[in-house]
Nanobody, 122 residues
């Protein structure tokens, strides 16, 4: 059974850090492009970062560039999103997705996790 499970969300103060994990079962992440998306109520799901399956090239939305880092650990079949210098506007439910190629459009991914809540507040 193919499954993606996000973890690592929580409540953090502005300027703080969190590391999100996206663990896969039923398939190997090193053969997949992975995207991180986020969504707040009433808004469209927004692409945050993605990593290609071929050469692990990484891509970031302008809003998180320089603060977030995506990486993969093939031995653990897990992809991470390190989030530093967090801002209140980063508050959202964060989802990871797996697919055949990187895309900023969530519809183009094949598998999705259920999300993890990130809240940035003092």
């Amino acid at each position: 059974q193919v499954q993606l499970v996000e973890s690592g969300g929580g409540l953090v103060q502005p300027g703080g850090s969190l590391r999100l994990s996206c663990a896969a079962s039923g398939f190997t992440l090193d053969n997949s492009a992975i995207g991180w998306f986020r969504q707040v109520p009433g808004k469209e799901r927004e692409g945050v970062s993605c990593i290609s399956r071929s050469d692990s090239s990484t891509f970031y939305a302008d809003s998180v560039k320089g603060r977030f880092t995506i990486s993969r650990d093939n031995a653990k079949n897990t992809v991470y999103l390190q989030m530093n210098s967090l801002k209140p506007e980063d508050t959202a439910v964060y989802y990871c997705a797996a697919g055949s190629f990187v895309s900023w459009y969530y519809e183009e991914y094949n598998y999705w996790g259920r999300g993890t809540q990130v809240t940035v507040s003092s």
